[in-house]
């Protein structure tokens, strides 16, 4: 069982001890220990019981062997069935938690999504005493969101994804490999896996495909094309193809789909023709060109288009005037301005965090635990903080190698201030100001809280400015051009949030902040050490919205950095 399912499965315990109205206590251990369990870098498997795991006692350290051993554990097959259902159905609707599934179930007595439904749009939800109306369209809008098709996250499906590619390249029968769809696109969400291989033995290669450790299930199994499905009901479609066409194979299956109808519409008014086996004169036929990628874009009389870039934004015009950005690369990034240590409610000590910043070949990084008056993340106090400053200004005397910088993510409130005293905020090197609690103010409201939060002269960076969660929680209500003005008139940097179901600013959003003369900064709020390598999906978003190494903080080297700062 890998280390995610059974995370998932203690999830769930967590949800139904909630319903249940179990102590908070009791069902936040399952919490805690499924965190853990995710950010291992390890197979759970090899360390548990040899090595000391946060959050892991006794009690669910047993609950979990049983799940490695015997694939299933008995408590929560049990308990399971203790709860209706449908209240457990109802948790997954994005802003339900498992207190209001309850009082739902309780008061309504419904039994399947479509009751819930019903019971909204008459309006019976937002009679019941605890909720009204704005729960009662929550749910409703909820619902629908339910009803499409499950995108999954990137951060999740690239790791499978990485793995079934390197099982097959491993292969001697393969000889050309990629990623191709969203995926090769580094889209936020992906639907499905799409890989493509050219190989003299297919056969071979499609049985090893099909007979993967991770397959749940072949759907199915043919020469040039065959389609399982993995952990999390992923779907990965794998397709053989000849040498000679593997270019035109590579560009049409990576897309995106309007990329590709641009493109074709481009080709035929060149008298060409585009299609996944090459591209051809539209009236003799002929093939021109199909090997490589490359190839097809400089007959098309353009650069090649890096993948990232490949939406129909106006990418295909750029790469004909040689005018498509140099692409700024994860190797380009000097160092992580955003993250937690043990000081709160990350996992490492700042010690770990700084050697695994060296490791990463950073110059340097920023200690940025929670303050204010949050309930969810355990912030830091004054005190505490204060202790952390003179700990990092001894680390920054010890150690040469890597310059950390005493910071901190503070809330900021309901008006738009900051939720820690003048004297700290004056004290720090870095100040990331984000929103956490009342994030469904209206536009006006809520454009004016950033704005006030953005004229702060404590201010460095504002964290992931919308709020949103992918799959969960839409944006706030935000006039974001509003905010780009602000941000560029007050001198103060955005933040592309790196963390996999944040990625806040999206692509788009930041390359209308670049356009905008806006800053912006890439940060994995990583909880974790392990959570470091996040970055990745940040500079993804960054390539996504066309930005180059100089739109960005923290590609400039340490002493350019803090003359940029006034460090
Ligand atoms: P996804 O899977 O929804 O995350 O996104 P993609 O882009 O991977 O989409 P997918 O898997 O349906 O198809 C892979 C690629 O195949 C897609 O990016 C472009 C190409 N493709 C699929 N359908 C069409 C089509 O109808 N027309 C054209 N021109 N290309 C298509
Ligand atoms: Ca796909």
Known sequence: ????????????????????????????????????????????????????LPGIGKAIEEKIKELITTGKLEYYERIKKEVPPIVIEMTRIPDIGPKTAKLIYDTLKIKTLDDLEHAARSHRLQRIKGLGPKTEKAILKGLKELKKPQRHLLGVILPIANRIYKDLKSLKEVKQISLAGSIRRWKETIRDIDILVTSEK??????????????????????TKSTIIVTRDIQVDLRVVEDESYGAALQYFTGSKEHNVALRTLCSQMGFKLNEYGLFLKDTEKKIAGETEEEIYKTL???????????????????QNDALPTLVELKDIRGDLHLHSNYTDGKNTIEELVAAAEKRGYEY????????????????????????????????????????????????????????????????DIVIGAIHSNLKMNRKEMTERIVHALSNEHLTILAHPTGRLLNKRAPSDIDLIEVFDAAKKYKKILEINAYPNRLDLSDVNCRTANQQGVLLVIGTDAHSVKQMRFMEYGVAVARRGWLEKKDIL????????????KI
């Open 554 to 565: 923290n590609t400039l080297q340490l002493d350019d950095l803090m003359k940029k700062l």
């Open 301 to 319: 009389g353009m650069a090649w288009i890096p993948p990232e870039l490949r939406e129909d934004r106006g990418e295909i015009l750029a790469a």
């Open 1 to 52: 069982m890998r280390n995610q399912e059974i995370a998932d499965i203690l999830n769930q315990i967590a949800d139904i001890l909630e319903i249940q109205g179990e102590i908070q206590w009791k069902y936040l251990a399952y919490r805690r220990a499924a965190r853990t369990i995710e950010n291992l870098s390890e197979n759970i498997a090899d360390v548990l019981g040899k090595q000391k």
């Open 202 to 223: 297919p056969e071979k290669v499609m049985q090893v495909f099909t007979s993967l450790e991770l397959v749940k299930e072949v759907v199915l199994k043919g020469p």
């Open 365 to 428: 990084i920023a200690i940025t635990d929670h303050t204010g008056t949050l309930s969810i993340a355990k912030a830091i106090d004054e005190p505490k903080l204060l202790e952390q400053i003179t700990h990092i200004q001894k680390l920054n005397e010890q150690n040469q190698n890597i310059r950390i910088f005493t910071g901190a993510e503070v809330n900021i409130d309901q008006n738009g201030d900051l939720e820690l005293s003048k004297d700290l905020l004056e004290q720090l």
